[in-house]
Every structure is written in structure tokens, then in C-alpha cells.
């Protein structure tokens, strides 16, 4: 089952906010009235109301005391992810060569403008996607899933694809062969290809075309053409088409961290910027 952490923290942060002020509000007055009421007992009595018992009538109910506890870390918590920074880990190879499986990389959350935690409307406006930038997104056939590909296509575009050559517009994303493996008999290629000045490496396997040949497509209105640098291997907007603005997530800018699946240490071999 898909888990909307999102929702899971802000529901979080909500419900032990509300606690914590209902606490504050209506139940902490009741138990200092209390206390003073034991306190002039006691004086009445010529004694002094004991620390421990002071203690005992101001202390918070097991419920509130933890919602107490654990606010202002979930508060702090859910500021960064949802406006500043959100970590992201990568669980396939879609983007090689550019991202590997158990990459950690950080997501800008605001560079595509300010927008409202779960429901993800802009409530200012900053920049917008530009090509080439690798972006996050939520998964338009299931929402709850978060996908990482590059921006190939803005709104308007005309994407097409001339015996596997990326066409934008009419005009060819140039591109350079930089490796073919294995020596003999290779059937895979690393190619550095440039997008409009946005340059990246992108992986191709001999005589494989999983979309069955050239094809062309037009960008809507207030959408984004998403494809994998792993071209031959990526689930993309070729399959289930555009990506719309209000599913935007973030810009992913940043490695910070990878891990091999298992039981592996993580290294930092390959941490820096993503192109």
C-alpha cells in the first residue's frame, strides 16, 4: 500500500498542535486552580503543600504531555519538508546513468513556487520548470506514488522521437556517443546529450525501442513532457502521457547520499549536483 507521508506528517501535526493548545487552553487553568486551592488548604492548616504534590496536580496527562513532547519537532519537521528541503530516495534505475538505485537526493520544494503541504496549490508563484531540470512529481494514474524524471517538454512543445533522436520543436537535442559497452559486441550506449543548453548523460540499449518506433506528441497547456535518462528503460509520459503543474513536487538539485540495497553502509562517493 502507498503511504502519503505528506498527509501522514501534517495529520501529525495538526492533531498534537490541537492537543497541546486544547491542554493550554482549558485543562492547564483547571489544574492550576486546583493548585492553588491545595496550597491555601495547606495554609489554612499552618503547612506547606509539598513539592511532589505540587508536581503531581500540575502534571499533564500522559496524552497531552506527549503531544507536548513531540509538536514542536513534528512543527519544525513539516516546515522543512513541505516548504525548504525534502529528501527522496531513488528505488529504480530510470535515470541511469544520471541517478543510481540508492541515491538519497534532496528535493527543492519551493523553486517551482510556495505551495500548500498534500494539496499542492501555489500560493506563490517563484519560477517554473525549465527543460532538462530533473524534477518530482506525483504519479498522475496514483497520486500517492512520488516519480523522478527530466523536464523534456514545457507547455505548447511539440516532442518527437526520429530513430530514437529527441526532437524539440523541430530542432534536434544534439547529442554525443561516449561509451558503448561491452567492448565486443556492445549492446548498450551512453550518450551526453543536450537539451537547449541543458546538458545530461542519457542510456540507450541497441535495438531496443520500447515505443515500437518514432512518434511526435503536443504538450497541453499547464503540463510537462517527463522521459527517464534511462530511455529504454523508464516509465514515462511516452506510456501515460503529461505530467500536470498542480502534481509537482519539487526540484530535485542534489546527491547527498547513496546506499546499496541490503545490508550496506552508506557512502558519499558520489555525493554533488545534479546535472
Do not use: C
Amino acid at each position: 500500500m502507498d503511504i502519503d507521508f505528506s498527509l501522514v506528517l501534517t495529520l501529525a501535526v495538526l492533531i498534537t498542535g490541537l492537543l497541546w493548545g486544547f491542554d493550554a487552553s482549558a485543562l492547564k487553568p483547571i489544574r492550576q486552580r486546583r493548585l492553588k486551592a491545595a496550597q491555601a488548604a495547606a495554609a489554612a492548616q499552618g503547612a506547606t503543600l509539598p513539592a511532589d504534590a505540587e508536581q503531581k496536580l500540575l502534571r499533564e496527562p500522559w496524552l497531552f504531555e506527549t503531544a507536548h513532547s513531540f509538536f514542536p519537532v513534528l512543527a519544525v519537521v513539516w516546515v522543512l519538508r513541505s516548504f525548504l528541503a525534502e529528501p527522496f530516495t531513488i528505488p529504480s534505475g530510470s535515470m541511469l546513468p544520471s541517478l543510481e538505485i540508492g541515491d538519497y537526493v534532496l528535493v527543492n520544494k519551493f523553486a517551482y513556487g510556495v505551495r500548500l503541504p498534500v494539496l499542492g496549490t501555489v500560493i506563490l508563484p517563484v519560477d517554473l520548470p525549465k527543460r532538462g531540470e530533473v524534477m518530482v512529481f506525483k504519479f498522475p494514474a496514483s497520486p500517492n506514488m512520488n516519480y523522478i524524471k527530466r523536464v523534456v517538454g514545457l507547455p505548447g512543445d511539440l516532442i518527437e522521437s526520429r530513430q530514437e533522436v529527441l526532437f524539440i520543436n523541430g530542432v534536434e537535442a544534439k547529442r554525443e556517443l561516449l561509451s558503448q559497452e561491452p567492448a565486443i559486441e556492445p549492446w548498450q550506449q551512453v550518450w551526453r546529450e543536450n537539451i537547449f543548453g541543458a546538458v545530461h548523460t542519457t542510456r540507450e540499449e541497441i535495438g531496443r525501442e520500447p515505443t515500437g518506433g518514432d512518434w511526435s506528441y503536443t504538450v497541453p497547456a499547464g503540463h510537462y513532457f517527463m522521459m527517464g535518462d534511462n530511455r529504454d528503460n523508464s516509465n514515462d509520459s511516452r506510456f501515460w502521457g503529461p505530467v500536470s503543474e498542480d502534481l509537482i513536487v519539487g526540484k530535485a538539485f542534489y546527491i547527498w547520499m547513496h546506499k546499496k540495497p541490503g545490508l550496506n553502509l552508506p557512502v558519499f562517493d558520489r555525493n554533488g549536483s545534479i546535472e
